[in-house]
């Protein structure tokens, strides 16, 4: 058997080799990597083939930090993860990414870009992408080429885009034909059991909405069921480890990281020729297929190292102009903007319902304006070259992913998201526009038009999380800064490991799919040792002779 309905089990306990949590890019990539391999995987997924608001559901939680924020909205449970919705774009890291900076506490992986560089590689075809090649002079030739800018004050980064693929689509006929793969459909894992010493793990607890329970055992465990959901399923594991397991130093769940994303303006371009350039995403409705790369502009690294800045990329998306004012970034623009991809996408709310009807009535001028505009839109087009940056959050201990006083469906906790950004973090994002306005100027390349509104919180209200959840459980080799190891295994627990971006000790300002891709390919073949280092010692147990 390859694929099974949880739901239809009659069996009480179910025993593997490795046991994987979560079938997104991680999950999948793993169990991918192990297919074949003289193992037992057990991959539980939550979700089924399509997409059901009852499992989906069991996102719902808090939100009590920076706005434009939903739990129930940026995560999927199904078949495939957010891979089912994602946008296809992709880049590595920069290697200063990888790297402890000055001016910034908490900066810096354990190991650098060069170590994870084969990896990335490897994930480049998974994710469907191009040739492995991210240098602009790849590029210029093609896709519009490059605008005429100083190198040694702006560079020119390159993002690719899958087509974009769902993982769930593309890789399930793979790992039904799988001999030593089983995928467990509609497996709510609710508690991770372990030893008296919350030192070991010894299984996994899965519910199933007609009220089965089920036991998974396996020797190695992986969670990969996201940024958020992995800090909850550390954290509600409390009864023999009180603060959840793991969490010895106060640390799962904190650091929590997303990207923001802004549109700051428009730009106007002197002449027809600097209209298009591989600057621009035309539309989202056509990257993968009929785009496969754009550029960002982004600072030097000189500069980034000299002023000690925090990471910020800017590019131009081709859309109506009415969707680069301020009327449609106010408050009450915003929130009727979200009610409407409610009704039109079936999606969840993100529970603040009245919240957003308050905005909507005391902001009915900029409503009006902003909906009058898109009528007029209708008739006669005016597309504009708007300005979407968007910026690396640094390390902040006080966002964090905790448990609430609410409860699902199953009994576990809700979560509390309280994200929430350094205020040092606007300055790559001001040191780039500043730089691009003086380069734009000195070229004759033409005019940014810049008009930036801000919050209460003096962030700007076009502001939005990139979904991109990151950094709840962190790696570093010292347990008492993060909490997995560089091997991803939980720090005090001997066979229990993560995989996704919620192990990114920084983020960067690149999309983190790629990134989690290869770090899954990299656990990966962490595990096949370990289970050849296992299958080592239980064979030399059996016939010493053998090995020696």
Partial sequence: MSFVDTRGIEAKTISADVCIVGAGAAGIAIASELSGQSCRVAL?????????????????????????????????????????????????????????????PHSGWPFGLAQLEPYYRRAQPICQLGPYEYQPSAWSASDGGALPLDGTQLDTKIFQFSWPID?????????????????????????????????????????TFNDRRIRFTAATYVLACGGIENARLLLASNRIARHGLGNQHDLVGRFFMDHAYFVVGHFEPATAGYDRSYYVIESYDCVGREQKINAAFALSERIRRDECLNGAALYFVRRPAYKTSPE??????????????????????????????????????????????????????RPRLALRAVIETTPNPASRVTLGSRRDHFGMPQVRVNWQLNAEDTRGLTRLLEVMRQEFERCRLGRLIEYISTDDNGWPTSMTGGKHHMGTTRMHDDPRQGVVDPDCRVHGVSNLYVAGSSVFPTGGYANPTLTIVALALRLAEHLKQRLRSTLSQRTAQHDPLKLG
Avoid: M
């Avoid at 304006?369 to 008739?379: D, G, K, N, P, Y």
């Fill in 44 to 104: 539980l997924e939550s979700g089924d083939f399509k997409f059901r608001e009852r499992p989906q559901s069991l996102y719902l939680g808090e939100q009590i930090g920076l706005p434009n924020f939903s739990t129930g909205r940026s995560r999927f449970r199904t078949f495939g993860g957010s891979t089912t919705r994602w946008g296809g774009q992709c880049r590595p890291l920069d290697a200063l990414d990888f790297e402890a900076r000055d001016g910034f």
């Fill in 167 to 207: 993982f769930g689509k593309v890789y399930r006929t793979a790992l039904e034909r799988s001999d030593n793969v089983d995928v467990y459909l509609n497996a709510n894992v609710i508690d991770i059991e372990s030893d008296e010493s919350a030192q070991n793990v010894t299984g996994l607890v899965a519910a």
């Fill in 328 to 381: 449609y970034f106010s408050k009450g623009g915003r929130s009727f903007i979200h009610l409407i991809d409610v009704l039109r996408r079936h999606e969840l709310s993100d529970g603040n319902l009245g919240r957003h009807l308050r905005n909507i009535a005391a902001g009915a001028r900029e409503v009006a304006v902003s909906l009058s505009r898109q009528l007029i839109e209708l008739a006669r087009p």
